[in-house]
C-alpha cells in the first residue's frame, strides 16, 4: 500500500480552494493508501502568528480534516509540533539545500517582495515541507498546484541525499489535481482564491453561512459578454464558476455549457449558491459537533503517536547515514 502524506496550515478557515484543490483528495486516497494528514502549526509561525490564536486554528484544522470525511481511525491526523522529527529533518535537509535553488522559489519570492531581508523562516519554509514529506517515506503528496516548486525541491533533496550517502529516502510523487487544481478568486479571477486576501468576498470559506455564500457568488466578476462558456483567458471569472460548479455537482463543464446555453449569469449563478451551499451543509454540522468534543484532543494525541512511531526509525536511519550520533 502507497503512503501519503500532506499537510494543511492551520491560519484561518479554510476555503473552497483548499477543499477542492487538497482536501477533496485527501479523503479519496483513504481508500487505497496509508494516509497521514498534519496540521503544519511550525510552518504558521514563519510569519507573526498570535498564540492563541494559533492554537485554536490547529485545532479549526483538526475539526475539519475530520469534518470532510478523515477517517481518524484508518488515517494518521496530528500536529507537525507533536512530532520531534520534523525539527530535526529540518536541520540536516537544511545543510544539504543550497540558498540559490531556495531564493528561486515563488511563493518565498512573493511571500518576501524582493526586500532585501527577510524573516529567515519563510527562506527555509521549502526544507521544512521536505522534512515533513521525507520523514514518513511518503509515497504521494497530495496538494494543490501551487506547490508543485515545493514538491520539485522535496524531490531534488531526496536524490541528492541518496546519490551522496547512499539510499536513505523515498523519492516522493505530488498529485496534483486536473480540473480545480487551482480555484482563482471570486472578485478577482486571475489571482489565486486565497486565505490572505483582504476582501471577504473573494472567498467562500468552509463554514460560511449560506447567504455570505449568496452574497460572495452573486456579486463574482464576470464579464459583459454573456454565454456560460469556459474560456480562462477571455472569461476568467466564468470560469472559475464553471470549475467551481463542476467540482461540486460532479457534472463535466461541457455538460453545464450544454445546460445553460441560452441563459443568462444570474440563472447560472443561483444554481451554483444552491450546489455549494448543500455541498458545505454536511460539513460545517459535522465541524461543530468534532470541534467542540474531548475526543478532538485525543484524535491528536493518537495521531501523534503514530506518526512518531514511523518517523523514528527513519530518523536513525538518516543519523546512520550522515554519522550523527554515537
Ligand atoms: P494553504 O492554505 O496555502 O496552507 O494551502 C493548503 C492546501 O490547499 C495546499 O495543498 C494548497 O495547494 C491548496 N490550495 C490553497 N489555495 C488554493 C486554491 N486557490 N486552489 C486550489 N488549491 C489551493
Ligand atoms: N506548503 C503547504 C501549503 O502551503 C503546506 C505543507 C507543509 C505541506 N508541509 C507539507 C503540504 C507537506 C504537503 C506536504 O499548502
Redesign the pocket.
Known sequence: MKRV?????PTGNLHIGNYLGALKQFVELQDESECIY?V?DM?SITVPQDPKELKKHTLDIAALYVAVGIDPKRSIIFAQSEVAGHAELNWVLTCSSYTGELSRMTQYKQKSRGEESAPAGLFMYPV??AA??LLYDTDI?P??DD?KQ?IELTRDLAIRVNNKYGETFVVPEGRFLKSGARIMSLDEPTAKMSKSAESEMSRISLLDEPSKIKKAIMRATTDSEGGVRFDVENKPGISNLLTIYSSFSGKDIAEIEKDYEGRGYGDFKKDLVTITVDALAPIKKRFEEVRNSPELVAILKDGAERANAIAVPVMERVKERFGLGI
Open positions: 502524506f500532506s499537510g494543511v496550515q498534519c503544519v510552518h521544512l515541507m515533513d514529506i503528496v496538494v494543490g506547490q515545493h
